[in-house]
């Protein structure tokens, strides 16, 4: 295991100074395109929005991505997810905080006042032992010195897996899964951006991000790993 980050966690080839966990070839290999900056889907250049988010916007109004959900990012989630490598969070979360960084350029991406991850139900969050997604974003909350807050969501609902589902069901699979608490009202946070893992088709993250709404929050990005 490398904990210290000495070899590539993706190919194991012994790493230069100064990388953080992927090596540059691997890096590389990453599927990144240029964005539509508020649904992500490819675009020929970076945009702040596409045809479809002009005629139908979501309930959120920026997205960061790293890439597409292909190897060798696919295969880090995967582990990172599913087979208790919690250890990858720094690598994983410093290609999050790069994209960060790149949208700010490409995107004009204004910084949010706070980070929240989006929550586990605590049942799953109890056999897995940690939630992948706060891990993720306590690193950003680092890097980019902004608040970090997992007390202001909560998972009401135990929502089984959302692929392969139609939008219908999928809609009413995650009706009042999540619940924003009065708190964040006090607290006046008017812009945050919401972290996950995979962003697969948005409708988990606007479920969020209406409730965020009913709070007072008015500007709400959506920040993820990689997009299906
Ligand atoms: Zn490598
Ligand atoms: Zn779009």
């Known amino acids: 295991m490398n904990w210290l980050g000495f070899c590539c966690v993706y190919c194991q080839q012994k790493l230069a100074v100064g990388q953080h966990g992927l090596c540059s070839r691997c890096s590389r290999q990453i599927y990144r395109f240029p964005y539509c900056g508020c649904c992500a889907a490819e675009l020929a250049t970076d945009e702040l929005h596409c045809g479809q988010c002009v005629r139908e916007p ?12 292909a ?3 696919s295969t880090l989630i995967q582990r990172f997810k599913f087979e208790g ?3 990858l969070d720094r690598s994983l979360a410093r290609l999050l905080y790069l994209a960060v960084r790149e949208a700010r350029r490409t995107h004009q991406l204004p910084l949010p006042d706070a980070i929240l991850p989006v929550p586990l139900h605590h049942f799953r969050q109890w056999r897995r032992s940690y939630n992948q997604a706060a891990l993720i974003a306590k690193w950003l ?9 997992e007390d202001l969501l909560i998972r009401l609902k135990r929502t089984p897996t959302q692929r392969g589902l139609s939008a ?11 619940q924003a608490q009065e708190k964040l ?7 945050v951006a919401l972290v996950d893992d995979v962003i697969t088709t948005g409708s988990t993250m606007n479920e969020i991000a209406k409730q965020l709404r009913k709070m007072g929050v008015e500007h709400i990005q959506v920040w ?4 299906t």
């Open 58 to 69: 979501p309930y959120w109004q920026r997205i960061v991505i790293v890439g597409r959900y």
């Open 71 to 73: 190897e060798p990012l």
């Open 85 to 87: 490598q919690f250890w």
């Open 141 to 149: 909350a680092r890097w980019l010195n902004i608040p970090m807050r």
């Open 168 to 178: 219908k069901s999928r809609r009413q699979n995650l009706k009042n899964a999540f």
């Open 185 to 191: 009202k006090k607290c006046g946070y008017k812009s």
């Open 224 to 227: 993820g790993l990689a997009r």
